[in-house]
């Protein structure tokens, strides 16, 4: 007599199956894209300079390719398994951002290699702090990002005053997180932070 247990059957097949698709999936870096965009529309020029120099922090690290490590994707116990590169630094990209949206404010603005900025009006970029970590889930990843830092003003080579930028989000995305997903909310991250800086430069420094 054959005694069949269908459901049993079936059971078996779906974790057979599950299996194999997890050991052909085996975690690995990824590189994104650090860009930005404006979001605001260009004012006319006023011609008032100013320098812009960053500190970029110790933390900051490179693989052996040369790539900055910007992030980790981490498994559903939270263990990183792999990095997240970019070809340039979170520093680099926040001082290229802020220098494109002085040019469009009305300033001429140019990068100082080496801080405190020089001239009648200087931005120093300090205290850096980022993450952007991916969180795998059984059908879901979720994607945290943060970027803090501090921005100090001067005026004629005298700091006036020091304020901190912040920034940051979480969201849940079906599946596996794609490359583009990471970079568009890494891109709405500094979109917000430059929302809070050019603001508090421009009334600072009076831009006349």
């Not at 922090?57 to 116990?77: C, E, F, L």
């Not at 398994?81 to 926040?94: F, K, P, T, V, Y």
């Amino acid at each position: 007599m054959n005694i069949r247990f269908p459901h049993l059957t079936t059971s078996l097949v779906v974790v057979l199956f599950a299996l194999s698709a997890l050991a052909g999936c085996a975690t690995v870096d990824q590189k994104i894209a650090l860009t930005y965009t404006p979001t605001s529309q260009p004012s006319v020029k006023q011609g008032s300079e100013i320098s812009v120099a960053r500190l970029d922090p110790p933390s900051a690290t490179r693989n052996s390719h040369d790539q900055w490590v910007i992030g980790t994707i981490n498994n559903v116990h939270g263990v990183p398994q792999a990095n997240i590169l970019s070809d340039r630094s979170i520093g680099e990209w926040i001082s290229a951002a802020l220098l494109l949206e002085l040019k469009r404010s009305g300033f001429t603005a140019a990068y100082a290699t080496s801080p405190p900025p020089s001239g009648d009006r200087g931005i120093l970029i300090t205290d850096i702090n980022a993450f952007l970590n991916v969180n795998q889930g059984t059908i879901s990843d979720e994607i945290k990002q943060e970027l803090r830092f501090n921005v100090d003003v001067f005026l004629k080579g005298v700091k006036v005053k020091t304020f901190s930028v912040a920034s940051r989000d979480s969201r849940t995305v079906p599946l596996s997180a794609t490359a583009e997903e990471k970079e568009l909310i890494m891109l709405h991250s500094l979109q917000d932070a430059m929302h809070q800086v050019i603001p508090e430069i421009i009334s600072l420094t009076g831009k006349k």
